[in-house]
């Protein structure tokens, strides 16, 4: 059978209408893949599962949230739609606008957005403009123009934003039959971490689940103002999609950890390219840099022996790889070249 969407799936637990036409692409249902080749290579005894987020319409969880955002928008009778994005957001709203028939409006940091992302804004007709500035800088003005103009943000800023992306994790709890006790995940502008938390909770409370995770966040040690407890008025990291200095979602990011008794923690690009080449090798999964924070940081607390022995352990990978070509061909080797010769192929493979 074929599935509706997270709107259709989990209409009584979002605050929308309750007779709306609903805007979908039909994200959602993303795989959860246990990992034990990863938990090894970590040495974690706990059982690892990827929430595959990449695997959403658009290649990111940004769509969870956007369908429910431009679902809303259309019923307020908007006729356009603008964010600020490092890349993901841009290419979910840009999709999910031209499919509603809206206009879709994007500032971005120029030069920081990885062209695969870049090119499914430009592809799906959305107006994009790079300004001299980053990210934050770039969501200053998009609240500013919305006050100016008659457009609405879908940027997490959104209530409607969470509301999507909180789906996730009641997919994890529905094929778990239980919340896990441990949820590490890249934090950026920290709205997914946000709406986890919100999506867990609401399954406890609803008798869904008895039990709530650890939140985990996990943020590039030279984008972590939450990690630092300030903001940065230049971030910079690998993971372009959590370069960001200011989160719009500071508050219920915090709320998340010390609600939870999780902690947010920061890793270097070197390790998270380390855990980007890693998940790729031992389970075939491929995932974006920023994703691959959240392997990043469940080594970290791994090599601590802070994730005890029988754990179970959820990872989510926000983005499929390919929105980020050019970091997998800087880090992977170079192939070998040579003439088309049975021999030389042969002696080149090594076998």
């Known amino acids: 059978m074929r599935w509706p969407g997270i709107i259709a799936t989990y209409r009584p637990h979002l605050s929308l209408a309750g007779h709306v036409e609903v805007v979908t692409l039909h994200e959602g249902n993303t795989p959860l893949i246990e990992a034990p080749r990863l938990a090894a ?29 431009i679902t809303a928008a259309r019923v307020e009778g908007a006729s356009s739609v603008i964010c600020a994005s490092t890349g993901n957001t841009s290419a979910s709203a840009a999709a999910y606008a031209a499919r509603a028939g809206l206009d879709a409006f994007v500032l971005i940091p120029k030069g920081k957005v990885a ?15 790079a ?28 209530p409607y934003r969470l509301e999507g992306q909180k789906t996730a994790a009641f997919e994890i709890c529905d094929v778990l039959g239980q919340a896990p006790d441990y949820h590490f995940l890249p934090v950026g502008n920290a709205g997914n971490i946000t709406a986890y938390w919100l999506g867990y909770r609401e399954y406890r409370q609803w008798g869904v689940v008895a039990s709530l995770p650890k939140m985990m966040g996990v943020q590039s040690a030279g984008a972590a103002p939450l990690v630092l407890g300030h ?45 980007y080449r890693l998940l790729a090798s031992t389970e075939g999964v491929f995932a974006e840099p920023a994703s691959a924070a959240a392997v990043a940081g469940l080594a970290k607390h791994g090599r601590a022996r802070q ?3 029988g ?14 070509p050019d970091t997998a061909t800087g880090v992977s080797a170079h192939p070998i070249n040579v003439a088309a010769d049975l021999g030389l192929v042969e002696a080149a493979l090594g076998i």
């Not at 993971?239 to 902690?263: C, F, H, K, L, Y």
């Open 41 to 69: 290579a970590l040495g974690v005894e706990a059982r690892v599962f990827l929430k595959c987020e990449g695997m959403n319409p658009t290649g990111s969880f940004k769509d969870r949230g956007m369908t429910v955002a």
């Open 115 to 129: 062209a695969g992302k870049l090119s499914q804004a430009v592809a799906h007709g959305a107006h994009v403009v």
């Open 131 to 158: 300004i001299d500035g980053n990210f934050d800088a770039a969501l200053d003005l998009v609240r500013e123009i919305a006050t100016r103009r008659d457009i609405t943000i879908v940027n997490s800023t959104n």
């Open 231 to 275: 903001p940065i008025d230049d971030p910079e990291t690998v993971a372009s999609a959590i370069r960001i200095g200011n989160p719009a979602s500071w508050d219920g990011a915090i709320n998340a950890r010390d609600g939870s008794g999780g902690v947010i923690a920061s890793v270097t690009d070197d390790e998270i390219l380390a855990a």
């Open 307 to 309: 994730i005890e022995e």
């Open 311 to 324: 754990a179970t352990v959820v990872c989510t990978l926000t983005g499929h790889g390919l929105k980020d």
